[in-house]
């Protein structure tokens, strides 16, 4: 028989187990909490650590997801791993900037492991360049592959819009054929710029000018040489660095020179490991980690 006196005795222990659990888990949750919270529905960068390259997932506030190239193709496993610790099951998009290996070269063991609605590239599939086991996977998965072209829009969710910026059309430098994409979040911008170089940066100034002011930017091929007035601007509030060892010096200290004068702190992958930001529709966007909000310039 349960008699009363146990019975009230087993309710305060449930009772202070609960409570322990809420402090513990609070406890835990601390390492995540923001330094500045965010009270609106939140869009997520993860900037994913694959040494020298690019991988980038979008986590939209209704757990929908993009990827933006995948590495090597040797980190192709890494970025799989990162994805699915993310709970990602399903991307809606993936897109290849351009078919440079540190980029695409990940992303077959990504199709070979996630469901993908669409993916958009910079060249044909025929394009020499273009690895034959990715070239193999989309034809296995049958996903529809679509090469894009400045102008190109798509409305992801009631409030994210993407526009593809550049290229008009392909020129013979790979890099400057990248892809460079808008992702509008109501009052903030996010701009990805893979691998442009000089000549395809001070195109995109002449051409948009002053619209091109974001939120948040990659920072072009890697921190190699760049059109040093682009920063300006962009005059982004936040900028990222997908770097790892390289045999071409990336990233120049010219460039990284130029960021610091703007008062900028550069967050780099081969510094911070795999970064997260965390932004609002009204043009807020931090770090998400309090490890990597030091020294952070985030008041412009
Ligand atoms: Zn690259």
Redesign the pocket.
Known sequence: MFHKNCYHRFKLSILLGSVLWVTLLSLVGCKTVPISVLTRAVLEIHVIDVG???SLLLKTPTQRFMLWDGGYPEKGPIVCDYLSQQGVRHLDLIVNS?P?P??IGGLSTVLSHFSVTEIWGSHALDFPEIPNDFREMVSETQTPYKIVRRGHTWQWTDQIALEILHPVQLVPDL?DSSLVCRLSFGRTIILLT??IGPAAQQELLSNFGSSLRSTFMTVP??GGISHLPFFKIVNPDLISL?VGENPWGNPKAQTLEFLKNMGLTIKRTDELGSLVFRCDDEGKINPAYPDQNTASQVDK
């Open positions: 020298y390259g690019e351009h440079h540190d980029h890099n893979a691998d091929h890697h997908s």
